[in-house]
């Protein structure tokens, strides 16, 4: 990948066009993210950065995390996150990437975390049809059905389908168009929705074309 930041999703809202037309848009507070390590292959096996967003006191840091941070020289940062972008050769530690990293018109993928919704059957989390509503089905009309196989093997083999938690997932939206970006404010604007709730971490990176 060519580029990417580390954001915050703020919501939903619409942006007009000069023609009048109305672009649903996700607004993400993206930045600055600070160059906490750069990994090379000589030392890694790959060229890649370590990018630290959502500064933070350091009495809200472990040992661990802290001395990460102090070796780096940079201030304690809440979340780090790595990305092996095609310049990262060319980057050291202690650089800014900002929001305006991005282009009214590029092409991105955003990753989050899914909202979560609870403890769900069959039919709401894996799209189960329903047994017909009519006499003699009894109160079974969503359940999961049969799931154990014969004498041999005589277990539920894994992998199988069964109601259970669902969302809080890693989701990827791909192929998002930028509409907007405010350096200022470091915000980006992207078309559509992105996963997540308010307030939840996102990554935003160029899409990557298919050869």
Do not use: W
């Amino acid at each position: 990948m060519k580029k990417a930041i580390i954001g915050r999703k703020v919501g939903m809202t619409q942006i007009f066009t000069e023609e009048g037309k109305v672009i649903p848009v996700t607004v993400i507070e993206c930045g600055p993210c600070t160059v906490v390590q750069k990994k090379t292959v000589e030392t890694d096996g790959y060229d890649a950065v370590q990018l630290g967003f959502s500064a933070v006191p350091e009495k809200k840091l472990n040992k661990p995390e802290a001395g990460h941070l102090k070796k780096a020289g940079v201030e304690p940062v809440k979340v780090l996150r790595e990305f092996r972008l095609d310049d990262a050769a060319s980057m050291n530690v202690g650089d800014v990437i900002k929001a305006s990293v991005f282009e009214v018109g590029d092409c991105v993928d955003v990753v989050g975390t899914s909202k979560g919704k609870g403890y769900a059957g069959v039919v709401k989390r894996h799209g189960f049809g329903v047994q017909n509503h009519t006499h003699g089905v009894g109160p079974v009309h969503r359940s999961v059905g049969s799931t154990g196989s014969n004498t041999d093997p005589s277990r539920v083999m894994p992998g199988r389908k069964m109601p259970g938690h669902m969302g809080v997932e890693q989701v990827t939206i791909q192929n998002l168009d930028v509409v907007k970006v405010d350096d200022e404010l470091g915000i980006i604007a992207v078309r559509g929705a992105v996963p997540g709730i308010r307030g939840s971490l996102v990554t935003i990176c160029n899409t990557v074309k298919n050869k």
